[in-house]
């Protein structure tokens, strides 16, 4: 029976192998993910290597509270911020515009993904790596996103140096992804919030903001 303590050692493993530049597979609040610093492009080729996904697919990226939105986006507009307060953390990405010198594997056209999990051992991770993770699912290209230990190695055997097994993730369901610039969005993947709500959201702030 894992315990308090046995999760704590968990995570301080699975903090210094990112921090050494290794791949760690953890528990988030949809399924379970694959995360290396996105500083350091040898560990983010890894985890392309790991997916066989295209290198012309960008990685997103998970941070552990909303105030560090400014590590990745250099200035996040209103809409962003009000959808990020509403659904953070939660199972919302957002990719957003952002100028700032990251790593190219993380961006796209001047874009890039983030968001912040509703999950204590991602979070835990990334406040004790102490910086912005990857957090592309664990699981093949193509295959169905793992939602436990057990299937991370079945998918990806031992080319993950640590997997931080805390049972099955919570949704079992990848996370909705929209794209917010100049005050619209577009909703690119619908998974954990619906599309509908994201929609509603959007429109309650633009009538406010009209009504200013």
């Known amino acids: 029976m894992l315990t308090a303590g046995s999760y704590d050692r968990q995570i301080g493993d699975a903090a210094r192998v990112l921090s050494q530049g ?3 597979a953890f528990p988030t609040d949809t399924v379970y993910g694959l995360g290396a610093d996105i500083h350091n492009p040898q560990a983010v080729d890894r985890v392309y290597e790991i997916k066989g996904r295209p290198k012309d697919s960008p990685l997103p ?3 552990s509270d909303i105030t560090h939105i400014t590590e990745v986006v250099d200035k996040p507009e209103p809409l962003a911020l009000h959808l990020a307060e509403l659904s953070w953390p939660g199972g919302l990405t957002l990719v957003l515009p952002t ?3 990251l790593n190219a594997q993380v961006v ?4 890039v993904a983030v968001r912040v ?10 406040d004790r790596f102490g910086g912005p993770i990857t957090g592309t699912s664990a699981n093949r290209s193509g295959m169905p996103p793992a939602i436990n230990a057990k299937q991370v190695r079945q998918q990806l055997g031992d080319r993950v140096d640590y997997i931080l097994d805390a ?3 919570q949704q079992k369901t990848p996370s909705t992804v929209v794209k917010v610039t100049g005050g619209t969005i577009e909703v690119l993947r619908e998974g954990v919030v619906s599309g509908t709500a994201v929609q509603q959201a959007w429109r309650e ?3 406010g903001s009209l009504s200013a």
């Open 205 to 207: 702030f633009t009538s």
């Open 61 to 63: 990226v998970l941070i």
């Open 108 to 111: 796209q056209d001047g874009f």
């Open 117 to 126: 999990p509703d999950d204590p051992f991602c979070l835990r991770l990334i």
């Open 167 to 169: 049972g099955d993730a």
């Open 99 to 101: 100028k700032l010198p």
């Open 22 to 24: 290794g791949v760690v």
